[in-house]
């Protein structure tokens, strides 16, 4: 394990700034997300809104990625946006989505529900997950140590019976260690430090299979998952969300 990334107060303004990016294309994604759409168009659509922001996707500077975003549907922990990908009613998908503005990165990721015929325990997974990461965000202050988001999650997912691939405690920069779900953060918090949180929670198992692209990663037992991730600052007295919405709800559903 390694510890969280601290900065000055000038950097955290611009990192603000680049969160704030981010948000913005996962709310104007909403509309897009539709049956009958595949995930190479959502790629299209948010690589299109990224140049919109002056900004540019993180994600292609990872070593051989061949896309702008992440789109899980279903049972797909982390998967890769194809023509092939189509999205069905009632499928939940996640997108993730990491832009770099201004010399600072901004990360972000959503459920969404495609259409309106969801199953009430899709739904119950997406909103659980959410409320795993909110109540974890809300514990966190300097002087907190990272064991203790960690069990915060433990305990909201154990109460449903769910189960965790991972907390998702990441720093901020994009490389290599952001595609290991198990390379979580330690230490104790301190104003100024900045990291991503996303926990990935199962309706099944915790074990998943990575595909033969190499990047796409599936629930062993198929079962669904769900993921939200946000981008915390820590304050002189709490913490501060970089990665919320500023027109929409953050939690499902979104469309």
Same mark, same amino acid.
């Given at each position: 394990?390694?510890?969280?990334?601290?900065?000055?107060?000038?950097?955290?303004?611009?990192?603000?700034?680049?969160?704030?990016?981010?948000?913005?294309?996962?709310?104007?994604?909403?509309?897009?997300?539709?049956?009958?759409?595949?995930?190479?168009?959502?790629?299209?659509?948010?690589?299109?809104?990224?140049?919109?922001?002056?900004?540019?996707?993180?994600?292609?500077?990872?070593?051989?990625?061949?896309?702008?975003?992440?789109?899980?549907?279903?049972?797909?922990?982390?998967?890769?946006?194809?023509?092939?990908?189509?999205?069905?009613?009632?499928?939940?998908?996640?997108?993730?989505?990491?832009?770099?503005?201004?010399?600072?990165?901004?990360?972000?990721?959503?459920?969404?529900?495609?259409?309106?015929?969801?199953?009430?325990?899709?739904? $119950?997974?997406?909103?659980?997950?959410? $409320?795993?990461?909110?109540?974890?965000?809300?514990?966190?202050?300097?002087?907190?140590?990272?064991?203790?988001?960690?069990?915060?999650?433990?305990?909201?997912?154990?109460?449903?019976?769910?189960?965790?691939?991972?907390?998702?405690?990441?720093?901020?920069?994009? $490389?290599?260690?952001?595609?290991?779900?198990?390379?979580?953060?330690?230490?104790?918090?301190?104003?100024?430090?900045?990291?991503?949180?996303?926990?990935?929670?199962?309706?099944?198992?915790?074990?998943?299979?990575?595909?033969?692209?190499?990047?796409?990663?599936?629930?062993?037992?198929?079962?669904?998952?769900?993921?939200?991730?946000?981008?915390?600052?820590?304050?002189?007295?709490?913490?501060?969300?970089?990665?919320?919405?500023?027109?929409?709800?953050?939690?499902?559903?979104?469309?």
């Amino acid at each position: 394990m390694s510890s969280i990334d601290k900065y000055t107060k000038d950097e955290v303004l611009s990192i603000k700034s680049a969160c704030s990016v981010s948000a913005r294309i996962l709310d104007e994604i909403t509309e897009h997300v539709r049956a009958g759409k595949s995930t190479d168009y959502l790629d299209e659509i948010c690589h299109h809104l990224t140049i919109k922001e002056n900004a540019e996707s993180a994600y292609l500077s990872l070593k051989g990625y061949p896309k702008n975003i992440f789109t899980s549907i279903n049972s797909a922990v982390r998967g890769v946006p194809t023509a092939q990908d189509i999205l069905k009613e009632g499928d939940i998908i996640n997108v993730d989505i990491s832009i770099y503005f201004d010399g600072f990165y901004g990360s972000s990721s959503r459920m969404y529900y495609v259409g309106k015929r969801v199953p009430k325990f899709a739904k $119950d997974l997406c909103e659980r997950a959410y $409320d795993s990461l909110e109540l974890a965000i809300n514990t966190i202050h300097p002087g907190q140590e990272v064991d203790t988001i960690i069990d915060t999650i433990n305990k909201c997912v154990d109460r449903y019976g769910y189960s965790l691939t991972s907390h998702g405690i990441k720093n901020i920069r994009v $490389d290599d260690d952001i595609l290991k779900f198990n390379h979580n953060l330690n230490g104790i918090l301190e104003e100024g430090m900045i990291f991503t949180l996303s926990p990935i929670i199962n309706l099944g198992s915790k074990e998943t299979l990575t595909l033969k692209d190499s990047w796409s990663i599936v629930t062993k037992d198929k079962k669904l998952t769900a993921h939200f991730s946000h981008c915390v600052g820590i304050t002189k007295d709490g913490c501060e969300i970089f990665t919320l919405s500023p027109s929409r709800f953050n939690c499902p559903p979104y469309n």
